[in-house]
């Protein structure tokens, strides 16, 4: 029984003869799972953010390389999935985020009129440099490299907006919902490994 790319025949069968799944069966079965759970919950994560934006027709407090240095992240780490062939479940939540945020911050530069030069070299390097990156047409070891610098991105990320809204003393337009998101994802993702090791480790010793 193959649903969504998922195997359940073994898992199914092991149950049905009354044993319980061998880890060799369950564990990527919990995988994909988890896998596809995570992607579900990333279709909705800017959203709010989104939401908020179009609603108040503004975006105040908001940093524009803050998002765009998302844009960066989500680009090379979708990019590196698919250059080595990874199930969707594996990089759907990237697609998914990636969208989002594209969408997000064409809004920000609607709502930032005029947009400054350095924003539309910005703009105009992403979109000649990313489809060369989605395509893996990049040199191995800089894909790599690449690869290795998406933490430090998604950190850097948050520095300006952290400043912004240091230096305004507000949050402005930034969604609280977005946020709390973000962060519940992030140790969403952290506590399911940490699970997934244990019944690793369960099963290791059952069997």
């Not at 003869?17 to 995570?38: E, H, M, R, T, V």
């Not at 179009?54 to 998002?67: D, I, M, N, P, T």
């Amino acid at each position: 029984m193959d649903y969504l790319g998922i195997d359940f025949s073994c898992a199914i069968g092991s149950l049905r003869n009354g044993n319980f799944p061998p880890k060799d069966c369950l564990l990527p079965l919990i995988s994909k799972l988890l896998g596809y759970a995570i992607v579900a919950a990333s279709t909705t994560v800017k959203l709010p953010q989104i939401l908020k934006i179009l609603k108040h027709r503004s975006v105040r407090g908001l940093s524009v390389v803050a998002f765009e240095l998302e844009v960066v992240g989500y680009t090379i780490a979708l990019a590196y999935c698919l250059h080595n062939g990874l199930p969707f479940s594996a990089y759907g939540e990237l697609a998914f985020l990636l969208i989002q945020a594209l969408i997000l911050v064409a809004i920000i530069y609607y709502y930032s009129q005029p947009v400054g030069i350095s924003t539309w070299i910005r703009a105009l390097l992403y979109c000649a440099v990313a489809p060369t990156v989605l395509a893996g047409q990049v040199d191995p070891i800089l894909f790599e490299a690449l690869y290795a610098s998406q933490h430090a991105i998604f950190f850097f990320a948050r520095v300006p907006q952290i400043w912004k809204n240091f230096s305004n003393k507000s949050t402005g337009e930034l969604s609280f919902l977005t946020c709390l998101m973000n962060t519940g994802g992030s140790l969403g993702k952290s506590i399911l490994l940490m699970e997934l090791l244990r019944l690793l480790w369960a099963l290791y010793l059952v069997s």
